[in-house]
């Protein structure tokens, strides 16, 4: 706690590169979450104050270090770490979900999505980009090679939506790291309501020139009538090539 209180008078870099996030966004998501991870003091021992606990949970989710290698800079015991960071993970999902994190329900919604991709992008018809992270883990015990992914190192998959401004629309987050981007959409509740219609999305009779709404994704990702993904580079031809770049200049 003396360390940190250090790098935030002095090194906010540090500070934010510590927690990965700035001074400010760290002090608004301590006041949405410490009314549910704040514990009351007993006649026996005082309890581990909310700012500790939403430290140690941001360290963790920074690092993917082992609680038994946490809780040395953290100050609380493994065992205690193996409650609270759970415990404070499901406060922020609870307390940040309705603001920060909503998934477009209606046609409205969506037709509000794609507009803000026209005026930011000039890109029409557009509902959301898509595209995955691999999140190093430290990989449970006898997990094998499970998690261990084509880039050499053992991850989980971050496979994220989001709208015109870099805002997400939705997360999943979980799926082992030998699952490619694409295998980990295919086991979303996203890919199946998007296979089954299920998404409410406007129809193609309000799109600008009558085409599909459309989700933009990398070569990692299936072609699908609402995710439009580029030419594969390998054996590109001459008229694929013209056509990538016409439409990039759009």
């Known amino acids: 706690m003396g360390l940190l209180k ?3 008078e002095r ?44 430290i140690a949970t941001l360290r963790y989710l ?14 609380i015991s493994a065992q205690a770490l193996g409650r609270i960071i759970p415990e404070t993970c499901n406060a922020i999902v609870e307390a940040l979900n309705a603001e920060y994190l909503k998934f477009p329900s209606t046609e409205v ?14 890109f029409p018809n557009c509902l959301g980009a898509i595209d995955g992270k691999h999140v190093r883990i430290q990989p449970p015990s ?11 190192y053992f991850s989980i998959v971050l496979l994220a939506i989001v709208n015109a401004k870099y ?7 979980g799926k082992n790291g ?7 959409m295919e086991q979303t509740l996203f890919y199946q309501q998007l296979k089954n219609d299920q998404l409410h999305l406007p129809p ?43 439409i990039m200049a759009y």
């Open 6 to 8: 250090e790098l935030r």
């Open 11 to 54: 090194n906010p870099g540090d500070f934010k590169n510590y927690l990965r996030m700035s001074d400010s966004s760290f002090n608004t998501l301590l006041q949405a979450v410490a009314p549910q991870i704040s514990k009351q003091d007993t006649c026996m021992r005082q309890a581990i104050p909310a700012e500790q606990r939403l």
């Open 62 to 75: 920074a690092t993917g270090r082992s609680f038994e290698d946490l809780k040395f800079s953290a100050g």
């Open 109 to 122: 919604e969506w037709k509000a999505v794609a507009k803000q991709f026209e005026d930011y992008w000039n």
């Open 142 to 152: 006898s997990s094998g090679s499970y998690y261990f992914n084509y880039k050499g």
């Open 167 to 173: 805002e997400f629309l939705m997360v999943d987050v």
């Open 178 to 184: 030998r699952v490619s981007d694409g295998g980990a």
């Open 204 to 246: 193609n009779s309000d799109s600008r020139e009558g085409m599909n709404y459309v989700f933009v994704a990398d070569e990692a990702f299936a072609l699908h009538k609402h995710v439009l993904k580029p030419f594969p580079q390998k054996n590109c031809q001459l008229k694929e090539e013209f056509t990538i770049i016409g």
